[in-house]
């Protein structure tokens, strides 16, 4: 997958949440939507809303792509999000993974080429 794909797709999972969001925020308390077309036996519980949203918008920044660290020190590179060292083989092939193997960050490599 196209870099500039990546990067829609993940704006594209960003603006789903935020829609998803407003909608929550848009939805009456309990028992007072009757106004909006709700019925007086509506249940909406915003509390379990928020979240389920808090949820959702850290798998959209696992799947944002973030460029790894540096490790000046060791000449090593390590994960953005949790600092660990499984986004690389550094046994036998040095080859880069797409993802962190430790925390599941996805990882941009494209300022590394």
């Not at 000046?72 to 080859?95: A, F, L, Q, V």
């Amino acid at each position: 997958m196209s870099e500039r794909k990546e990067v829609t797709e993940a704006n594209g999972y960003q603006e789903a949440l935020d829609t998803i969001i407003k909608f929550c925020l848009s939805v009456p308390a309990n028992g007072q939507g009757e106004e909006m077309g709700f019925t007086e036996d509506f249940d909406f519980d915003h509390d379990a809303c928020e979240t389920e949203c808090s949820l959702l918008q850290k798998l959209v920044d696992k799947e944002t792509p973030m460029n790894p660290n540096f490790e000046e020190d060791t000449c090593t590179k390590s994960c953005p999000k949790c600092n660990g060292w499984s986004i690389m083989d550094y046994n036998y092939t040095m080859r880069a993974f797409n993802y962190c193997t430790d925390c599941g960050q996805k990882i941009d490599w494209s300022d590394e080429e």
